[in-house]
């Protein structure tokens, strides 16, 4: 079984006592999760360097989910629903899962956890459904990031059950004016702006001068996320998960949120994989599988001599 040969991960306490893991590979890379929210809160490079966004005014308390990292949003994306704003996988208890079903094909990556999350009495009231919530967080040892969601309807009703979806991840960057994102140029978005009314994206990579709120539809499996300045790109890679928000509240928002710093906007992008659009249907006994890699690639890559070509289908 996958699990076997697994490296033991740290269990420590995280800010306001709140559970947290940490995987570790190679010199300094290292991955930390909170089981607050089953959630992602710092993926550092081999030379320690911080790659997510976390707010420094983040408040680690429930039921508020921690501004930054990656926030699980299930079963609801954003607005889209009755739901509150981005469902609550991201304000909820996750467990650690002991003895996880094995993958169709088997990783040789040791460093991982495996979360799980299951409706509380509470949940079925706002959520009337049964499911099992696998997520396994994977430290590859190249210090690639890799998340994979496992959905099971457990309903015993007969009833199936639709949900949207993202992983709402928040990259760090050196100074928004200096990023551009490569890969959704010419595709179909929806613009939360514009009360989610469809536009379609111009011919060039995507830059920043204002606030961005943006649902792509059907986007490539790959993305690359440019940082000139830092002279690094992250390439985001997805299965299952058709759409890609792209988010920054810019200034005014910025102001307006009581858990983000006035100017912080300038240094993340959320750039996230996700299934919103259609929206997942499972019937019982069916299970979804939507899956986020993240790798960071080197400055002699991407400083001028970008090939998008090869970013995004080599
Ligand atoms: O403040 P929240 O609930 O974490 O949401 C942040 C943003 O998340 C983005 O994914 C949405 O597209 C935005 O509309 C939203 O403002």
């Not at 420590?12 to 929210?37: A, F, M, T």
């Not at 299934?275 to 499972?282: D, N, Q, S």
Request: glycine share 8%; net charge negative.
């Amino acid at each position: 079984m996958a699990t076997s040969s697994k490296v033991p991960v740290e269990h420590v306490k995280g800010v306001n006592g709140l559970e947290k893991v940490i995987l570790r590979e190679g010199r300094k890379c290292s991955v930390e999760v909170y089981l607050y929210g089953g959630h992602v809160t710092s993926w550092k490079n081999n030379n320690g360097e911080e790659l997510l966004f976390v707010s420094s005014k983040a408040i680690f308390k429930p039921p508020k989910a921690i501004r930054g990292g990656i926030p699980i949003c299930f079963p609801q994306f954003s607005s889209h629903g009755s739901l509150e704003q981005h469902g609550f996988a991201r304000n909820r208890f996750w467990s650690i899962d002991t003895d996880p079903p094995p993958f169709p094909t088997n990783t040789t990556y040791k460093t991982f956890v495996d979360l799980i999350l299951k409706p509380s009495e509470e949940d079925i009231k706002i959520w009337p459904h049964s499911y099992e919530f696998r997520l396994r967080i994977t430290l590859g040892p190249g210090g690639d990031l890799m998340l994979i969601s496992r959905i099971r309807n457990t309903n015993l009703d007969g009833k199936p059950f639709s949900f949207t979806f993202a992983y709402h991840t928040y990259f760090s960057v050196s100074d928004i004016s200096e990023v551009r994102v490569e890969g959704l140029e010419t595709l179909d978005y929806l613009d939360n702006l514009e009360e989610k009314e469809r536009f379609t994206e111009q011919g060039d990579a995507i830059t920043f001068e204002s606030e961005v709120d943006k649902i792509y539809l059907s986007a490539l499996n790959k993305i690359a996320i440019i940082d000139h300045e830092k002279k690094r790109t992250f390439v985001l890679r997805k299965e299952g998960l058709p759409d890609a928000v792209v988010w920054n509240p810019w200034d005014k928002k910025a102001k307006a949120m009581a858990d983000f710093g006035d100017d912080e906007y300038k240094h993340m992008l959320c750039v996230e994989a996700a299934a919103i659009e259609k929206p997942i249907t499972l019937r019982p006994g069916e299970e979804w599988k939507g899956k986020q890699e993240l790798i960071v690639v080197p400055s002699s890559y991407c400083s001028g001599q970008l090939d998008p070509q090869r970013v995004l289908f080599g």
